[in-house]
């Protein structure tokens, strides 16, 4: 992304994307019984609660009547339609992993099979974003919590806190591929969640070779354990590799949330915040939920004096339903340069 004179004026920057994260399959709902929703109504109120306070992109996972992370599309399919019917500015964004919570004590905290994951392809109603990582991958989501973050959770229970240390992301080249094919033959969008810049250099190479013909609509995921960590350093270089045409949210956990957005924010680049990702305000002296977190978002960037898009905004903005013939247009419409011909020297750039 080039950052030229005038780029951190508002009046040159998209409208505020707001992602709401506010099922975080990682905590039981006696973490913040408070703000976690369990029944099918509660899960559908969250949604229309969060759009009503600025949010326009939903993260979803779902719960089971008991409380822990639903594995069953059914489900999905249940909490999507319910959404639509009662909020349908919003966009939908379905969480890749389906539910990466063990089923039961003593279980490792995974991602769902291959096969299962392709199925959320097949999601009735259809979602407009299906989330995707890129690269088989550690993803430790306790690395950068503390004691104190933990502290009278379930997170606190050192077995599932191994289990969630030891957490791996199966993301290999031929299953990726297929599931960008699968999810663009069904006119939903990829969203990609990377971890670092090498994982946004494969998506390159995919666009290159013509298998991956989608906007690059992206999610810098900051929270270490075997991704970035959010630190302005890490921050530069990724925003760096990032191509015009794309467009980048900014992702961490714990305290960390708040500060990222912030950065975010003032560089007109666009935000995610829910319990999935901090349950804490920022001097940690009580819980702060979903919706509290999206209204303090929206009272920053008004302050900064950029507005928050609406959900027709949003959707612009995300460039919902839109996909490419091949891979000259995908390159071009994504902002990188074009692929080299026979016989071409030097440095290439589109006209």
């Known amino acids: 992304m080039n950052f030229n004179d005038g780029s951190l004026f508002v009046e040159n920057m998209q409208k505020l994307v707001i992602t709401a994260a506010p099922y975080g399959p990682e905590w039981m709902p006696e973490d913040f019984p408070e703000d976690i929703p369990v029944s099918m109504e509660a899960q559908i109120q969250k949604a229309v609660d969060c759009y009503n306070a600025g949010a326009t992109v939903l993260h979803v996972h779902v719960r089971e009547a008991d409380g822990k992370g639903s594995k069953r599309l059914s489900k999905f399919n249940e909490l999507l339609a319910g959404i639509r019917a009662a909020c349908p500015g919003m966009v939908l964004q379905v969480g890749g992993s389906i539910s990466f919570a063990p089923e039961s004590e003593g279980d490792a905290a995974k991602w769902l099979s291959d096969d299962t994951r392709h199925m959320l392809a097949e999601l009735k109603p ?22 104190k973050d933990v502290a009278g959770t379930s997170l606190a229970d050192p077995a599932l806190m191994h289990a969630y240390r030891e957490m791996t992301i199966p993301a290999g080249p031929a299953w990726v591929e297929e599931h960008i094919k699968r999810l663009s033959a069904n006119k939903i969008q990829t969203h990609f969640q990377l971890a670092s810049i090498n994982q946004l250099e494969t998506v390159e190479r995919m666009m290159r070779r013509g298998v991956c013909n989608v906007p690059l609509i992206l999610t810098w995921v900051a929270i270490g354990g075997g991704f970035d960590a959010p630190n302005l350093y890490n921050l ?91 891979a000259d247009e995908t390159l071009a419409k994504n902002g990188f340069a074009p692929n080299r011909v026979p016989g071409q020297v030097g440095f290439l750039q589109h006209a």
């Open 236 to 326: 530069a270089n990724f925003v760096r590799g990032c191509p015009d045409g794309s467009v980048l949210t900014l992702e961490t956990s714990m305290r960390n949330v708040l500060p990222l957005n912030m950065q975010a924010i003032a560089l007109g680049l666009h935000v995610r915040c829910g319990i999935e990702d901090n349950i804490w305000n920022q001097k940690q002296t009580a819980k702060m939920g979903t919706v509290a977190q999206i209204e303090q978002l929206v009272r920053i960037a008004r302050e900064f004096g950029r507005d928050v898009a609406n959900g027709d905004e949003a959707r612009q903005i995300y460039k919902i339903g839109t996909f490419y013939k091949d």
């Open 126 to 147: 259809t979602p407009d974003q299906v989330t995707i990582a890129i690269n088989t991958n550690q993803m430790n989501v306790c690395e950068q919590m503390t004691a």
